[in-house]
Antibody, heavy 127, light 108 residues
């Protein structure tokens, strides 16, 4: 059974870069057919999709965060990562990684709902 | 960006009662690419419904989804004690994918 586990720095100073990793177990991140996403949830608030990466390495980001976000894959470690630069207190949140089925035609790809989630990791932005 | 508005914000019901949750989109959701998630305190969201009406693996049949276009509904036919939680809708037919603000189902 596929499982996801987030890890990374729990406290980040303002203006610095937040870095998180999602380890994939019980399956290979290199197998086709899936997208790998980051989603966040500020304390007491709702969910915000950050972006995802496909097995091919293609990435798609939320326009509201695009200028600050990088999602990458490390196939040798079977994990994917999130970097969010120039953080402020507004970036304080629980960060989740999640998987969704991926369907591709000859011209485009689209994803399904998020069926597997990590447990989440709390990141606080504070000096 | 498609904005999803969920109503009501809070639903106070007793175990055994029927719960009806609404999710309205600011524009039509492509191909009914709408999902519902359940979230309990301190836990990650759990997928309940995808494609507006298909139950995810292992989800009890008391959960059902319906709707199309801009209006969608999650129905819990008879509330069990473990169903009291926050429920989110999500559209994934148009980028960026967006979530509603959530409906809390609490014990009356």
């Amino acid at each position: 059974q596929l499982q996801l586990q987030e890890s990374g720095s729990g406290l980040v100073k303002p203006s610095q870069t937040l870095s998180l990793t999602c380890a994939v177990s019980g399956g290979s991140i290199s197998s086709g057919g899936y997208s790998w996403s980051w989603i966040r949830q500020p304390p007491g608030k709702g969910l915000e999709w950050i972006g995802y990466i496909y097995h091919s390495g293609s990435t798609y980001y939320n326009p509201s965060l695009k200028s600050r976000v990088t999602i990458s894959v490390d196939r040798s470690k079977n994990q994917f990562s999130l970097k969010l630069s120039s953080v402020t207190a507004a970036d304080t949140a629980v960060y989740y990684c999640a998987r969704a089925d991926l369907f591709c035609s000859s011209t485009s790809c689209y994803t399904d709902a998020f069926d597997i989630w990590g447990q989440g990791t709390m990141v606080t932005v504070s000096s | 960006e498609i904005v999803l508005t969920q109503s009501p914000g809070t639903l106070s019901l007793s175990p055994g009662e029927r719960a009806t949750l609404s999710c309205r989109a600011s524009q039509s959701v492509s191909s009914s690419y709408l999902a519902w998630y359940q979230q309990k305190p301190g836990q990650a969201p759990r997928l309940l419904i995808y494609g507006a009406s298909s139950r995810a693996t292992g989800i009890p049949d008391r959960f059902s989804g319906s709707g199309s276009g801009t209006d969608f509904t999650l129905t819990i036919s008879r509330l069990e004690p473990e169903d009291f939680a926050v429920y989110y809708c999500q559209q994934y037919g148009s980028s960026p994918e967006t979530f509603g603000q959530g409906t809390k189902v609490e014990i009356k």
